[in-house]
């Protein structure tokens, strides 16, 4: 099995790849030194493992992400690199016929790639995608956090004094 890797590219020719038989695959990894999410967010040493699959369709691309990010810890509010990894699955649809180059009807679903009319697929917005999904919405910086665990801790139940006789009751049933 042969592997190709891409260093801070994401744009691989398939022209072949359409070509060959469905079942056909190819392999690649990806490093990217910074892959920006979004205005105020990007994440560097971004390295995936990516395999391409000829389906009847197009192309489905397959792998694992890693990306590290600088974040800031929700609980003790210090600033830290953290390394996170995402599973990524999905397909790409071809917008020009490789055999005769003629236009290609797009893909009714919204969520599937196209190749463009070069045969080239882009790896950038589906590594841009999962990348969003590997980052936490709340960052802890690890298990040996110094925050305030009361912040996440469920709430004692304090039991009413004008229900406490039927509180008692329910105690008594369990």
Same mark, same amino acid.
């Given at each position: ?57 197009? *192309? ?5 992400? &890693? ?28 917008? *020009? ?14 969520? *599937? ?14 590594? &841009? ?46």
């Amino acid at each position: 099995m042969r592997v190709r890797h891409l260093e801070n590219d994401t744009i691989i020719n398939v022209a072949q790849l359409l070509k060959a038989p469905v079942g056909t695959e190819r392999y690649f990894t990806v490093h990217l030194d910074e892959l920006v999410l979004d205005s105020d967010l990007a994440v560097r040493d971004v390295d995936a493992a990516v395999r391409l699959l000829r389906t009847s369709n197009g *192309i489905l691309a397959t792998g694992d992400l &890693r990306v590290t990010a600088h974040l800031t810890c929700v609980r003790c509010l210090a600033e830290f690199d953290g390394r996170f990894e995402e599973t990524f699955e999905a397909e790409y649809w071809p917008t *020009i016929d490789v055999l005769t180059g003629l236009p290609l009807p797009p893909p009714e679903d919204e969520d *599937i790639f196209t190749i463009d009319k070069n045969h080239h697929l882009d790896l950038h917005e589906l590594l &841009r995608q999962f990348a969003v999904l590997a980052v936490p919405v709340y960052p802890v910086c690890g298990p040996q956090c110094p925050g305030p665990e009361s912040l996440w801790k469920p709430p004692e139940e304090a039991v009413d004094a004008r229900l406490a006789v039927l509180q008692a009751l329910l105690d008594e049933r369990a």
